[in-house]
C-alpha cells in the first residue's frame, strides 16, 4: 500500500484522508470543494505530514535557511510550503 519512503508518515496522510473523506458527514469537510481547490489542500497536506520523516530534518533546515537570506526573493507558493513544513516538523 505504501511505497518504502517515509512509511509511517504515508500511512498518515492515507489515514488523514481516509478520515477527512469518509462517511462520517460531519468529518466531510472537503466534499463541497472544488476539484482546483482539493488538489492544493490534497498536496499541502501530504506535504506537512511528509516533512514529519526525520529522515528530512537536515533538508528542510537547509530550504529554512536559504530561505532567510533570500530576504524576499522566494517564490511564494514554495515559501508557503516551507513554513508550514517547518511550523510541523
Same mark, same amino acid.
Request: aromatic share 6%; charged share 25%; proline share 1%.
Given at each position: 500500500?505504501?511505497? =518504502?519512503?517515509?512509511? /509511517?508518515?504515508? #500511512?498518515?496522510?492515507? /489515514?488523514?484522508?481516509? /478520515? #477527512?473523506?469518509?462517511?462520517? %458527514? ?5 466534499? +463541497? #470543494?472544488?476539484? !482546483? =481547490? &482539493? ?8 506535504? %506537512? ?8 530534518? &537536515? ?8 530561505? +532567510?537570506?533570500?530576504?524576499? !526573493? +522566494?517564490?511564494? !507558493?514554495?515559501?508557503? !510550503?516551507? %513554513? ?6
Amino acid at each position: 500500500r505504501y511505497n =518504502d519512503n517515509a512509511v /509511517l508518515e504515508n #500511512m498518515h496522510a492515507a /489515514l488523514a484522508f481516509e /478520515l #477527512m473523506l469518509g462517511e462520517e %458527514v460531519e468529518a466531510n469537510f472537503l466534499h +463541497a #470543494m472544488p476539484t !482546483d =481547490d &482539493f488538489a492544493v489542500v490534497r498536496k499541502t497536506v501530504i506535504s %506537512v505530514i511528509l516533512a514529519t520523516d526525520m529522515k528530512v530534518h &537536515f533538508d528542510i533546515v537547509s530550504q529554512l535557511q536559504a530561505f +532567510a537570506s533570500a530576504k524576499g !526573493d +522566494a517564490d511564494e !507558493d514554495k515559501s508557503k !510550503d516551507l %513554513v508550514l513544513r517547518v511550523i510541523v516538523h
